[in-house]
T-cell receptor
Framework: DTAVSQTPKYLVTQMGNDKSIKCEQN?????MYWYKQDSKKFLKIMFS???????INETVPNRFSPKSPDKAHLNLHINSLELGDSAVYFC????????????FGPGTRLTVL | SQQGEEDPQALSIQEGENATMNCSYK?????LQWYRQNSGRGLVHLIL?????REKHSGRLRVTLDTSKKSSSLLITASRAADTASYFC?????????FGTGTKLQVIP
């Protein structure tokens, strides 16, 4: 069974469009994250939710809006996509607020043309 | 920020050899973690060492932590071609971890 799943795996779109990426975890964890990995493989946290409450927002443009309908889901909506948004986006989950182990999804490769 | 700096950036070794990669950081930590990322995949947690520990083992992995030098090392012994991946240290704290710049390891069969 997939522990952390993301859809879609690939997303190719035009500048200015709006798109969403979905994430679901079946591990029973209470904390979920979104990361962005750029072309140099640098992995940067974007958001973190604990029990559906936003606890980390790392100076991400407000074109990015996360939504957590329940503890098992954390979706990412991006408005007015820009070329610089092209990257691989990873969802992850963990248990508790002291992070001891994170489980990552397979990633969504977003290409903005 | 508390980003870890890893070296080397890239490492190429023969199968059977040992691989060592290092991570340095700047401030106090709760724990330090190592992750592996195979090409095109998500990260996989390998091992965690707490700030009050100095060494930890897991299979062919050995991690050391020197809090006085603010550094950690990951040793992979008897490497295999399947160990080819990028390895990241992650500075663990309350509510989040901050990932290092990564070491790309190639193990040649």
């Amino acid at each position: 069974d997939t522990a952390v799943s993301q859809t879609p795996k690939y997303l190719v779109t035009q500048m200015g469009n709006d798109k969403s990426i979905k994430c679901e975890q079946n591990l029973g964890h209470d904390t979920m994250y979104w990361y962005k990995q750029d072309s140099k493989k640098f992995l940067k946290i974007m958001f973190s939710y604990n029990n559906k409450e936003l606890i980390i927002n790392e100076t991400v443009p407000n074109r990015f809006s996360p939504k957590s309908p329940d503890k098992a889901h954390l979706n990412l909506h991006i408005n007015s996509l820009e070329l610089g948004d092209s990257a691989v986006y990873f969802c992850a989950s963990s248990q508790g607020r002291v992070v001891v182990e994170q489980f990552f999804g397979p990633g969504t490769r977003l290409t903005v043309l | 920020s508390q980003q870890g700096e890893e070296d080397p950036q890239a490492l190429s070794i023969q199968e059977g050899e040992n691989a060592t990669m290092n991570c340095s950081y700047k401030t106090s930590i709760n724990n330090l973690q190592w992750y592996r990322q195979n090409s095109g995949r998500g990260l996989v947690h390998l091992i965690l060492i707490r700030s009050n520990e100095r060494e930890k083992h897991s299979g062919r992995l050995r991690v050391t932590l020197d809090t006085s030098k603010k550094s950690s090392s990951l040793l992979i012994t008897a490497s295999r071609a399947a160990d080819t991946a990028s390895y990241f240290c992650a500075i663990g704290g309350y509510q989040k971890v901050t990932f290092g710049t990564g070491t790309k390891l190639q193990v040649i069969p």
